[in-house]
């Protein structure tokens, strides 16, 4: 078995059970042994008993595992299955079967060699391949549905007593599926369809001899007579025929003559001139005179329009005459503007100068300024100083030392009236004011001047373009002839250039006619043309007549001349066309009257006259014929529908009596009953050798119960069983299960395998080893395998081969030791 993803074992983990005919899965609690149990349970039917349903599939998930995958090769009657499911969580966090399959292997298959890249095929026949397919071929498989193999063959922790403790009617369909007694609930079942179908058709032969009234010798007699007399007649037929046949052929070649001289004679008589033919030769000749005309006008346009643009080119070029005359125009307004820029230039400069004086005149101003701020802002200081010293004097005392020199003061000298500060910072402020007023002045006067000298310098460039200009026009000019003579040359140029856009547009108007006329003579030469096509294949239709020849110079006449002899024609064959007439209308009688004689045939016969009269007597005799098969056919029939009704009857007697002795489920009753009291005294024998001597099972009515030999042979349900005690019974059932019953099955249900997983840690020493020498012998006789489940390591020890679970923080890990 392989797994993946699954529960506890989340990295792939395989376990190898070849030859562990008895084995034991040990470790500590938790690690993950029953898990192992739970993935063959998985593998097999979807489904695990600690989940509680198909529902719980989210706890085949490892944590943070996104798919789960287990795959199960197990024996089942002689035969070998790989069992796979798969299990996904999608991105919304749901968990659904992602795939399901069984397959049965070739025989002798290599095991090993399923990881090698094998493709499904290569597994062997696909027995199922979806979740619904997978519960009908396991069932098919292993013979026993999820709840028996759970009950029977898997024994989980916490279910291991549901046999022990099951209803009676549960008990007994387990039974039944293990012993395969179903199938004589098949046998009544079918035989009881079987009576039914014999009765059925027995109704439906009896309905077919019922529609076979016309077998009777009288019909057979009447048959036989139709055929001779349908002979009779195919004879009378047979002798008629030739007479007909010759009269026929005399009519067709008559009838045929005839109508071959009534074709000559439609043919020729529409033979006929067209209307407007005589039109045709003179609207050609109009047309063609018309085309020439209008060739000719062309001609004499375009030498008139060629001989206009030669003159038109030796007059001169227009373009470089209207060059010239913009020369002029653009040399007197470029004199004109240097004119008034010279007088503007001239203003500019005086006024230059003016603010050029005006401005020297405002910084000689601010210098004066600036020197009378400096002198107030002495002024202010030497007041300041004048005044602390005043402060300091109040102080002083003569022979006293100077608290700013240090030395000895001779004499104070007297303190002033009044301070000098305000007067001097009066003063400051106004030189101040005058200072600032005198910079802003100069600044504007800066301003102004700059100003000007831009202007100045744009209008002195300007007027050295405006004067190489003139200079260029000038020299563009030299060879002119003056604006008059410019003016005149291209009044003649226009003149020149209007009479050659009317020669043009006369040579277009030209060339539009002569298309007009030539499109004119092409459609009066193809009407022609059609009119002697149309005379060719008038002629050429009666050709094999010999007509006249045509004149190929003149349309209408060669019309004339054909209509005429076609007329000709005609008349000398409707002279001859009276007499091939009479012959006809004779060959018909004669063919009429060998036709009435042919008709009374088949009207003596019984039979309506037919239009051919071999095919229906030969039609007649094969349906007479038939019909006298038909009525021996239908007698052969109805003495075998009585040969089958006999069948029928015997087969519906016997199929009523067997379904009448299996009804009432008496015989399976009976079945149940004798594999209950096997199972009961086996499983008797086994709990007795568990509990000591102290307990036997027995049964009454389907209900289990022991006696207490300890407590004088008292009765008592197996539900007032202790804990250990409901064990021992229920082992004692399962391996009498697997003892017993493996060995009186009919269906594939052999129980080849038993594992228990639960109980073992009740069990006191002396029972243990009685529960461990059991399965030892169980194992012993290698007719299947044996499996447990526990922590017990005195059990564990008696067991050969081990599959030591243990777990860490990722995965849980198996490993096999043991022989």
């Known amino acids: 078995m392989d797994m993946a993803g699954f529960t506890v074992f989340r990295d792939e983990t395989t376990v190898d059970f070849t030859d562990a005919d008895f084995f034991a899965l040990v470790g500590p609690t938790g690690a993950g042994k029953s898990t192992v149990l739970d993935a063959i349970c998985f593998a097999l039917y979807g489904q695990v008993p600690r989940w509680g349903s198909s529902r719980g599939i989210a706890n085949a998930l490892s944590p943070s595992a996104t798919e789960a995958r287990v795959r199960l090769v197990f024996e089942s009657g002689g035969a070998r299955y790989v069992a796979t499911r798969v299990v996904r969580r999608d991105s919304r966090g749901n968990v659904k079967t992602g795939g399901a399959g069984l397959q049965q292997m070739p025989d002798n298959f290599d095991v090993s060699k399923l990881d090698t890249g094998m493709t499904p095929e290569d597994l062997g026949d696909v027995l199922a391949g979806t979740p619904a397919e997978m519960d009908e071929a396991v069932l098919h498989a292993v013979g026993l549905p999820y709840e028996q193999f759970t009950s029977c063959v898997i ?249 700013v020199c240090e030395q000895p003061v001779s004499t104070v000298p007297a303190v002033p009236s009044s301070s000098a500060v305000p007067a001097a910072e009066k003063a400051g402020h106004a030189a101040k004011a005058a200072d600032e007023k005198a910079q802003a002045q100069v600044a504007e006067r800066e301003k102004a001047a700059r100003a000007l000298e831009r202007t100045l310098d744009r209008a002195r460039a300007q007027h050295e373009q405006l004067v190489v200009r003139l200079a260029a026009l000038d020299e563009q000019l030299a060879t002119s002839p003056g604006v008059a003579a410019l003016r005149r040359e291209l009044a003649t140029l226009a003149s020149l250039q209007k009479t050659l856009d009317g020669a043009v547009a006369a040579l277009k108007s030209a060339r539009e006619q002569a298309r007009t006329a030539n499109a004119g003579r092409a459609a009066a030469e193809q009407r022609l043309t059609r009119g002697w096509t149309e005379f060719d294949a008038t002629r050429d239709a009666v050709a094999r007549f010999g007509p006249p020849a045509a004149a190929r110079e003149d349309l209408a006449a060669s019309w004339s001349a054909l209509s005429g002899w076609s007329s000709s024609e005609v008349d000398n064959r409707r002279s001859a066309r009276s007499a091939l007439a009479a012959g006809a209308a004779e060959a018909a009688a004669t063919v009429a009257a060998a036709r009435e004689r042919l008709d009374a045939a088949f009207v003596e016969a019984g039979l309506p006259a037919p239009d051919d009269h071999v095919r229906a007597a030969t039609v007649a005799v094969e349906r007479a014929t038939a019909a006298h098969d038909r009525v021996e056919e239908r007698r052969a029939q109805a003495q075998g529908l009585l040969d089958k009704r006999s069948a029928h009857e015997r087969d519906g007697q016997v199929a009523k009596s067997l379904a009448g002795h299996l009804r009432a489920n008496n015989f399976e009753r009976w079945l149940l009953e004798e594999a209950l009291d096997l199972l009961v005294e086996g499983a008797s024998r086994i709990l007795r050798e568990l509990s000591g001597g102290q307990y036997d099972l027995v049964h009454e009515k389907g209900e289990f119960s022991v006696v207490d030999h300890h407590d004088a042979g008292l009765r008592r349900g197996v539900r007032t069983l202790s804990g250990g005690e409901t064990f021992q019974a229920s082992l004692a059932l399962a391996l009498a299960l697997a003892e017993q019953l493996a060995g009186m099955s009919t269906s594939a249900a052999s129980l080849e395998s038993i594992l228990l997983d639960e109980g073992f840690g009740t069990l006191d020493a002396a029972t243990l080893d009685t529960v461990a020498a059991t399965l030892e012998g169980l194992a012993a006789r290698g007719d299947r395998m044996v499996g447990v489940v526990t922590h017990v390591g005195a059990l564990a020890e008696r067991v050969p081969v081990r599959f030591d679970v243990t777990k860490d923080a990722r995965t849980a890990h198996i490993t096999r030791s043991g022989i």
Do not use: W
Not at 356 to 379: I, P
């Open 155 to 403: 024994l989980p922790q916490g279910q291991f007593a549901d046999f022990l403790h099951a209803k009676p009617a549960t008990r007994q369909q387990i039974l039944v599926n293990l012993l395969g007694l179903h199938v004589y609930e098949d046998i009544q079942r079918r035989a009881t369809a079987r009576a039914q179908q014999a009765d059925a058709d027995l109704r439906a032969v009896d309905q077919l001899l019922a529609g076979l009234d016309d077998t009777s010798d009288e019909a057979l007699a009447a048959a036989a007579e139709r055929v001779d007399a349908m002979l009779a007649l195919a004879t009378r037929v047979t002798e008629g025929m030739p007479a007909l046949a010759e009269a026929q052929r005399l009519a067709a070649e008559v009838t045929a003559g005839l109508a071959a001289l009534d074709d000559e004679i439609a043919l020729l008589d529409r033979v006929r001139p067209p209307r407007g033919v005589t039109e045709l030769a003179e609207a050609a000749t109009t047309a063609r005179e018309a085309a020439t005309t209008a060739a000719e006008a062309v001609t004499a346009a375009e030498d008139r329009e060629e001989k206009l643009r030669g003159e038109l080119a030796a007059a001169g070029d227009p373009a470089a005459l209207r060059l010239l005359l913009r020369a002029h125009e653009e040399h007197d307004a470029v004199t004109a503007e240097a004119a008034s820029l010279q007088d503007g230039l001239s203003s500019a400069v005086a006024e230059h100068r003016s603010a050029a004086a005006a401005l020297e005149k405002a910084r000689a101003q601010a210098l004066r300024t600036a020197a009378e701020l400096e002198a107030a802002r002495r002024a202010y200081q030497d007041a300041q100083a004048a005044d602390r010293a005043g402060a300091l004097r109040v102080h002083l005392h003569a022979g006293a030392p100077c608290p």
